[in-house]
């Protein structure tokens, strides 16, 4: 069982580069959502897809925008890098919205801009 | 501002004691609370949920303690072992187009020493 994977698992990145996180879903959940971990931070929630076709913004979109084109696939883009998105990068996936079902998370991206 | 909190960033418990870590929150319209765990480099994995009309629900080592007047729940472990060594994360959400996304606080470091 894959669950959620993601990639890549590390990249470097200069200041005004661009680059796309790529989440894939294998288990056909309807609601897929993009994270970023600071230190000393909780997840904040970057954008969210409740469906394939379907974007929002979460908590802290600035700087980043989103794709949905395929249902299992989720893509957090950055299209002109900056220092202070620096961190951890966590995608995940669920099947409901509400109620007390999980989120599934991958195993992170860790991205640093120089 | 937060509204899921968690304010200890760590705790150190013997092996085979009783860990017990602590989280309050401010919205009184969260429904469901949930405990995820993570380890270095991995993303966080569902550990263990309560709904708001309980007050505390079981899974083997691990229970989770609801106080609505307090808003203020606990997650227990007992007996605490070296491999329950993680960051905990409490999280929450309610109904609706805003609350039902996971609003987490910024996690608790155990560490279990033999």
């Known amino acids: 069982n894959a669950g959620v994977t993601q990639t890549p698992k590390f990249r470097v990145l200069k200041t005004g580069q661009s680059m796309t996180l790529l989440c894939a879903q294998d288990m056909n959940h309807e609601y897929m959502y993009w994270y970023r971990q600071d230190p000393g931070m909780g997840l904040r929630l970057i954008h969210y897809?409740?469906?394939?076709?379907?974007?929002a913004k979460g908590e802290v979109p600035d700087g980043y925008n989103v794709s949905r084109l395929k249902k299992q696939n989720f893509l957090l883009g950055l299209e002109s890098a900056a220092p202070s998105q620096t961190s951890v990068y966590f995608c995940?996936?669920?099947?409901?919205?509400?109620?007390?079902?999980?989120?599934?998370f991958g195993d992170g991206t860790r991205l640093s801009i120089l | 501002d937060q509204q899921v909190k968690q304010n200890s960033p760590s705790l150190s418990v013997q092996e085979g004691r009783i860990s017990i870590l602590n989280c309050d929150y401010t919205n009184s319209m969260f429904d469901y609370f949930l405990w995820y765990k993570k380890y270095p480099a991995e993303g966080p994995t569902f550990l263990i949920s309560?709904?708001?009309?309980?007050d505390k629900n079981e899974d083997g080592r691990f229970t989770v303690f609801l106080n609505k007047s307090a808003k203020h729940l606990s997650l227990h472990i007992v007996p605490s072992q070296p491999g329950d060594s993680a960051v905990y994360f409490c999280?929450?959400?309610?109904?609706?187009?805003?609350?039902?996304?996971?609003?987490f606080g910024r996690g608790t470091q155990l560490t279990v020493w033999p």
């Open positions: 309560i709904s708001s009309i309980k």
């Open positions: 897809s409740v469906g394939e076709g379907t974007t």
């Open positions: 999280a929450a959400k309610g109904r609706g187009s805003t609350l039902g996304r996971l609003y």
């Open positions: 995940a996936s669920s099947q409901v919205w509400g109620g007390n079902q999980p989120q599934h």
